[in-house]
């Protein structure tokens, strides 16, 4: 393996790491609107607008994070399976390169 290609590697397993942290914030920003939607739900129940709102706001958060969720999952099987693919390309994977990796020690099939 030459250089190139093993820092072609390094690279995109860091930019996808780097993804994945991002789509973390996404979750978490998504989260907040659902609960907004809840809160506004709550306490201005009796105004048909407000109430309209919040429940399109409720289901539109709640199917963007099952939409970012799913992402955040292939997103952790893309790296494994790239990580997987490096390390058995090339023996001495740094432990860093393995934070979504649930059995490292396997090496992947013939």
Known sequence: MNSQEKQGYIDEINYQKKMIHNLIKWL????FLSSLGVLLMYYFSNILFVKIFAIILIIISILAIILVGKAIYSGKKNINKIVDQF???????PADFLPY???????PPT
């Not at 978490?28 to 989260?31: D, E, K, T, V, Y």
């Not at 390390?87 to 994977?93: A, E, G, I, T, V």
């Open 101 to 107: 990796q649930t059995n490292a020690s396997t090496s």
């Open 87 to 93: 390390s058995f390309k090339y023996k001495n994977l």
């Open 28 to 31: 978490r920003n998504l989260f």
